[in-house]
């Protein structure tokens, strides 16, 4: 098992800034890929963004390319998402999810095995 708990969400204007953590924790040796998604009201989940947590290797959404940059803590099993220049349409509860994929990016939620309980972000404009 592995328990994944996210944080850093909330309110900020158009054009602010937030940095989300993932923390995992449990079978973590089992980790290959880690990503973040968001899911809108009434939408689907979304790929945001994933890394291979062992290489390095980053994907991004063509929405959030060049504002968005994700990246890791190997020591502290953490991910981060550090996301710039927030539009209102980034707003969503955003989830950081594990797939046992690796080699590529993995961009279909269903790939992912374990996902955390969510961080609200709202953007205002």
């Known amino acids: 098992q592995v328990q994944l708990v996210e944080s850093g969400g909330g309110l900020v204007q158009a054009g602010g800034s937030l940095r989300l953590s993932c923390a995992a924790s449990?079978?973590?040796?089992?980790?290959?890929?880690m990503g973040w998604f968001r899911q809108g009201p009434g939408k689907e989940r979304e790929f945001v963004a994933c890394m291979d947590v062992s290489g390095g290797r980053t994907y991004y959404a063509d929405s959030v390319k060049g504002r968005f940059t994700i990246s890791r803590d190997n020591a502290k099993n953490t991910v981060y998402l550090q996301m710039n220049g927030l539009k209102p349409e980034d707003t969503a509860v955003y989830y950081c999810?594990?797939?046992?994929?690796?080699?590529?990016?993995?961009?279909?939620?269903?790939?992912?095995?374990?996902w955390g309980q969510g961080t609200q972000v709202t953007v205002s404009s």
């Open positions: 449990g079978r973590t040796f089992s980790l290959y890929t």
């Open positions: 999810g594990v797939s046992n994929i690796h080699g590529g990016g993995v961009y279909d939620p269903r790939w992912y095995g374990y």
